[in-house]
């Protein structure tokens, strides 16, 4: 049972450049949520998906596009990468809204230079 | 101000001893706590689940005040194993349900 997982778990991107981020999980969870984290500050939510076809604006969206086309995968896009995305991105799953125990991945670490 | 308001530290412990940090949260309609821990580099993972009652898991106690909107965690014995940064979540009543993740405190047990 792998859980959630992350890919890539590194990257370096150009300004303008675009790439997506798969998150993956096999237990069958609802809920997805990308979140992403800074020095100093807490996990911030960028999109989240209540379910399959279904996704839903965060705190911090900007420059962000998701989809969740099945299920078991939740996919970030940034389209023109900027320096200010350079963070630690996390994905996280869980069962239903009222299960509190959010299951993550590893994270992708990317810097945009 | 920060919605979840944690001292960053470094909280530097000798093994063995008990080491307490506090949390504090400004909105009011905030339904449900947790503390997770994070390990360098690493994903967050679930530590527990805070109580209105207080609640204590082996080493671990946490407690809730919503008087005074702050939550506390308390670590007896501290091993070297629990050196991590503790983030202090909170998931308020609206109609998403979103929760609302501190900053984290810092701590370094040393032996």
Known sequence: ??????????????????????????????????????????????HYSVGEG???????????????????NFLLGLESAAPSQTSVYFCASV???????????SGTRLTVV | RKEVEQDPGP???????????????????SQSFFWYRQDCRKEPKLLMSVYSSGN????????????????????RDSKLSDSATYLCVVKVMDSNYQLIWGAGTKLIIKP
């Not at chain 1, 900007?62 to 078991?72: E, T």
């Not at chain 2, 412990?13 to 949260?25: I, L, S």
């Not at chain 2, 204590?56 to 670590?75: H, K, M, P, V, W």
């Open chain 1, 1 to 46: 049972n792998a859980g959630v997982t992350q890919t890539p778990k590194f990257r370096v991107l150009k300004t303008g450049q675009s790439m997506t981020l798969l998150c993956a999980q096999d237990m069958n969870h609802e809920y997805m949520y990308w979140y992403r984290q800074d020095p100093g500050m807490g996990l911030r939510l960028i």
């Open chain 1, 54 to 72: 279904t996704t839903a604006k965060g705190e911090v969206p900007d420059g962000y596009n998701v989809s969740r086309l099945k299920k078991q």
């Open chain 1, 95 to 105: 069962r239903d809204r009222d299960n509190y125990g959010y299951t993550f991945g």
């Open chain 2, 11 to 29: 909280f530097n412990v000798p093994e063995g001893a008990t080491v307490a940090f506090n949390c504090t949260y400004s909105n009011s309609a």
């Open chain 2, 56 to 75: 204590e898991d082996g080493r671990f106690t946490a407690q809730l005040n919503r008087a005074s909107q702050y939550i506390s965690l308390l670590i």
